[in-house]
């Protein structure tokens, strides 16, 4: 029983520097990136995976809190990546474009006929 | 010009702040002895777990020592919401053709999460305010999750609504029940809102005699007000 609590102790460990990393790496990516896109994108899968391995590492670490911690890591695997996606939908809308030139853009076409069917209606 | 006067000003705050500063002691032992409390943060500090038998000493404080207090800060919410009110306040009549809240419709997919997450934000928010005594939280902040729930829905949907009546009967009954229970101390026990002397055993869901009680009141008041406040707040006229 005491070494598989010192296993999963070395896992939890393990998984809480992952988790860190990851967060760290999203960190730099918020101030490195060059747009709202790109650092969206930087901030959200870093620290989802950062946030979620984290928790996950606690977890193991201390067994008695696991369930509870698996639901932690469900809200935050529906809420985060789901809030990026309206922020980036809101601000594309609201008129900011990528900052390099891109060939294709299927979006901007969607974004016109909605605009069309606005007014329209 | 304007430079040079927001710096004197600024030097000025700073001047008048170091002096506060200089006044309290660096480092110095401001809670005093905690077997015999001569100063008011040890006596919290020894009395919450004790005689109250609560986990969370801020709760005793919030709730028990200073709940009067309490009762304030919590009418000065109602206040807010009801001038709030008063003044956005449109008939119902003219709503269903000039008021809209969201312009522009959700995508699906924020659409969809929204329904997951909504039931999940309202456990949590219930959560924090049942367990308010013996985790961090209370019913300030499990109400301002449940707000949080029902602002999420808000602007998702273009046609959730919120039932107004019993929103207004929930916040006024929680607000009067607060005050029942002050009563009930006041008659029972001889002053305003005093604890009952049978309050359970240490990190129980149902210790600390009347705080819970009081707490969960709190949370149902405050969760309903910012609710009807947000709901005000984003009925715009359509342009």
Redesign the interface.
């Known amino acids: 029983m005491d070494t598989l609590n010192n296993i999963l102790e070395y896992i939890g460990l393990f998984f809480v520097l992952l988790g860190s990393i990851f967060l760290f790496l999203g960190a730099l990516g918020i101030y490195r990136m060059p747009d709202l896109y790109n650092r969206l994108q930087a901030g959200t899968k870093a620290s989802t995976l950062g946030a979620m391995s984290m928790v996950l590492g606690i977890g193991l670490m201390q067994p008695g809190w696991l369930i509870k911690l698996i639901v932690i890591i469900l809200f935050i695997g529906i809420s985060n990546p789901l809030s990026s996606h309206a922020l980036a939908r809101a601000s594309y809308k609201s008129g900011i474009r990528p900052f390099f030139k891109k060939k294709v853009d299927d979006y901007e076409e969607e974004v016109e006929s909605e605009k069309g069917k606005m007014e329209s209606v | 010009m304007k430079k040079y006067i927001i710096f004197i000003l600024i030097a000025i705050l700073g001047l008048t702040l170091a002096q506060t500063f200089k006044a309290i002691p660096f480092g110095a032992d401001r809670r005093g002895d905690l077997e015999n409390p001569d100063k008011v943060a040890a006596y919290y500090l020894k009395e919450s777990p004790e005689t109250l038998q609560t986990a969370n000493s801020i709760t005793a404080i919030v709730v028990n020592f200073r709940g009067f207090d309490t009762l304030g800060e919590v009418t000065v919410l109602f206040l807010a919401a009801t001038g709030l009110a008063s003044i956005l306040y449109r008939k119902e009549e003219e709503d269903e053709e000039e008021v809209e809240r969201v312009r522009?419709p959700?995508?699906s997919?924020?659409r969809t999460?929204a329904k997951?997450?909504f039931p999940?934000m309202l456990l949590l928010g219930i959560y924090v305010f049942v367990h308010g005594h013996l985790t961090p939280g209370g019913g300030f902040q499990g109400g301002a999750i449940i707000a949080t729930g029902f602002l999420l829905m808000l602007i998702t949907y273009k046609h959730f609504e919120t039932n107004h009546k019993v929103m207004v009967w929930l916040e006024s009954l929680a607000g009067l029940a607060f005050v029942a229970v002050g009563l009930y101390g006041l008659f029972a026990y001889g002053s305003f809102l005093q604890n009952t002397h049978s309050v359970g055993t240490l990190n129980d869901l149902i210790s600390g005699g009347l705080i819970p009680l009081i707490y969960i009141f709190i949370g149902i008041k405050v969760g309903t007000e910012l609710t009807n406040i947000l709901d005000i707040l984003l009925k715009i006229k359509k342009s």
């Open positions: 522009l959700s995508s997919l924020v999460g997951i997450l999940l």
